[in-house]
T-cell receptor, first 116, second 114 residues
Framework: AQTVTQSQPEMSVQEAETVTLSCTYDTSESNYYLFWYKQPPSRQMILVIRQEAYKQQNATENRFSVNFQKAAKSFSLKISDSQLGDTAMYFCAFMKQGGGADGLTFGKGTHLIIQP | EAGVTQFPSHSVIEKGQTVTLRCDPISGHDNLYWYRRVMGKEIKFLLHFVKESKQDESGMPNNRFLAERTGGTYSTLKVQPAELEDSGVYFC????????????FGQGTRLTVV
């Protein structure tokens, strides 16, 4: 079974700063996918960024980028030039390759607060 | 295009009662997942439908939980009888049949059993 650990229950930074959310995972799988999801207050979870484990290049989506260290089983999310709208719960998630029949395995989440 | 919708958004019921949660996935999405988040804990997988068939229900807590997806469209998750430990937020997500496509989540149903 897989486990995903997010060691920061809550983080707070000033607007425009850069913040890094940590995520580690444990699995015996060699092929899998990693995700960061964002859940703003009272809204749906949305996908922020996705990484295929077989790709060495770190995924990037505008102000969001990841630092994927496969050997260390680490998958941190960096948010550059943070904005007030980035305030949300952030969940790191894992999915096995092969259709994801058993769905996503989530961490407990990190509550990120962007201060004006 | 409408996203994943869940009904109701909140439900407060007494222990022993029955509650049915509904999820309408995005049209055309064969995959439908149910997840649950108990306060302060991880979001846990409950089960996965591919169209109307249960692909994996290994995460269902016990036989008080019954999920259906008749016709491969919307899905219901019934809890009967509800217990205090069933309280939490129940999320539904849907995705295309193709592997590794993005899963779209609903807003969740917050269930409180008192």
């Amino acid at each position: 079974a897989q486990t995903v650990t997010q060691s920061q229950p809550e983080m707070s930074v000033q607007e425009a700063e850069t913040v890094t959310l940590s995520c580690t995972y444990d699995t015996s799988e060699s092929n899998y996918y990693l995700f960061w999801y964002k859940q703003p207050p009272s809204r749906q979870m949305i996908l922020v960024i996705r990484q295929e484990a077989y790709k060495q290049q770190n995924a990037t989506e505008n102000r969001f980028s990841v630092n994927f260290q496969k050997a260390a089983k680490s998958f941190s999310l960096k948010i550059s030039d943070s904005q007030l709208g980035d305030t949300a719960m952030y969940f790191c998630a894992f999915m096995k390759q092969g259709g994801g029949a058993d769905g996503l395995t989530f961490g407990k989440g990190t509550h990120l607060i962007i201060q004006p | 295009e409408a996203g994943v919708t869940q009904f109701p958004s909140h439900s407060v019921i007494e222990k022993g009662q029955t509650v049915t949660l509904r999820c309408d996935p995005i049209s055309g999405h064969d995959n439908l997942y149910w997840y649950r988040r108990v306060m302060g804990k991880e979001i846990k997988f409950l089960l996965h439908f591919v169209k109307e068939s249960k692909q994996d229900e290994s995460g269902m807590p016990n036989n008080r939980f019954l999920a259906e997806r008749t016709g491969g469209t919307y899905s219901t998750l019934k809890v009967q009888p509800a217990e205090l430990e069933d309280s939490g937020v129940y999320f539904c997500a849907s995705s295309h049949r193709t592997e590794n496509t993005e899963a779209f989540f609903g807003q969740g149903t917050r269930l409180t059993v008192v």
